[in-house]
């Protein structure tokens, strides 16, 4: 299957002249998370609610008079129409993102293709994969690192309690095994008064007997 057959034809850009807020409202119109950038009909580049967030919000600047072209990842990875689906997916994975501008044979931007447009289009267990690598990240997060470094002293502590009852183990083996030495040889010299005190009484009770 080809990308063109599963693709959003006729997507719409923003110009790289337009402002943030031009741009944030065509994605609240178009309900999506990220625009390609367009001049002249060729892409520039794209630009997300992310890069709008942290790239201008974040370091207080002013939506209104900001340009797209000042917060816009330039060199967009791109596909092209006559391409499989599958590498379009391979592409999404390599790069960890889940559209992707779809160039003509003119390079000029013919519409996106999106993970939800693969998954819908295709195997269930090959988009299902495709999911799952575009949504893990091959490097961790700063998130992750954080959570790694706080359990690290934690898992030390349990070790450490962990230890001294390892060691103190085979100490406890031992003294049951010389607990119940203990008792066998209590038993065995039970036993032997026993049987001494059974041999004298019949001892006596001969003695008795002959000297009648």
Same mark, same amino acid.
């Given at each position: 299957?080809? !990308?063109?057959?599963?693709?959003?034809?006729?997507?719409?850009?923003?110009?790289?002249?337009?402002? $943030?807020?031009?741009?944030?409202? $065509?994605?609240?119109?178009? *309900?999506?998370?990220?625009?390609?950038?367009?001049?002249?009909?060729? =892409? +520039?580049? =794209?630009?997300?609610?992310?890069?709008?967030?942290?790239? @201008?919000?974040?370091?207080?600047?002013?939506?209104? @008079?900001? #340009?797209?072209?000042?917060?816009?990842?330039?060199? !967009? !990875?791109? !596909?092209?129409?006559?391409?499989?689906? *599958?590498?379009?997916?391979?592409?999404?994975?390599? &790069?960890?993102?889940?559209?992707?501008?779809? $160039?003509?044979?003119?390079?000029?931007?013919?519409? =996106?293709?999106?993970?939800?447009?693969?998954?819908?289009?295709?195997?269930?267990?090959?988009?299902? $994969?495709?999911?799952?690598?575009?949504?893990?990240?091959?490097? #961790?997060?700063?998130?992750?690192?954080?959570?790694?470094?706080?359990?690290?002293?934690?898992?030390? +502590?349990?070790?450490?309690?962990?230890?001294?009852?390892?060691?103190?183990?085979?100490?406890?083996?031992?003294?049951?095994? &010389?607990?119940?030495?203990?008792?066998? %040889?209590?038993?065995?010299?039970?036993?032997?008064?026993?049987?001494?005190? /059974?041999?004298?009484?019949?001892?006596?009770? /001969? %003695? +008795?007997?002959?000297? &009648?």
């Amino acid at each position: 299957m080809k !990308v063109h057959e599963i693709m959003t034809a006729h997507a719409r850009c923003v110009g790289p002249d337009n402002t $943030l807020v031009e741009a944030a409202g $065509l994605m609240r119109e178009l *309900d999506v998370g990220a625009l390609p950038v367009c001049e002249d009909d060729r =892409i +520039a580049g =794209i630009v997300t609610d992310r890069d709008i967030v942290l790239r @201008s919000t974040a370091d207080g600047r002013d939506p209104n @008079s900001t #340009p797209v072209r000042d917060v816009m990842s330039p060199g !967009v !990875v791109h !596909v092209t129409a006559d391409q499989e689906v *599958d590498e379009a997916a391979h592409v999404m994975e390599e &790069r960890q993102i889940r559209r992707l501008p779809v $160039l003509g044979r003119e390079r000029r931007l013919v519409g =996106i293709v999106s993970l939800g447009d693969i998954a819908l289009s295709s195997n269930p267990a090959f988009s299902g $994969l495709a999911l799952r690598d575009v949504s893990e990240p091959t490097q #961790p997060t700063s998130r992750q690192r954080r959570l790694t470094q706080q359990s690290t002293p934690t898992r030390m +502590a349990m070790e450490t309690d962990e230890a001294p009852q390892r060691r103190r183990r085979p100490a406890n083996k031992k003294t049951r095994g &010389r607990s119940r030495a203990r008792n066998s %040889s209590s038993r065995k010299t039970k036993t032997t008064q026993r049987s001494s005190a /059974t041999n004298r009484r019949k001892t006596g009770r /001969t %003695s +008795a007997r002959a000297r &009648r």
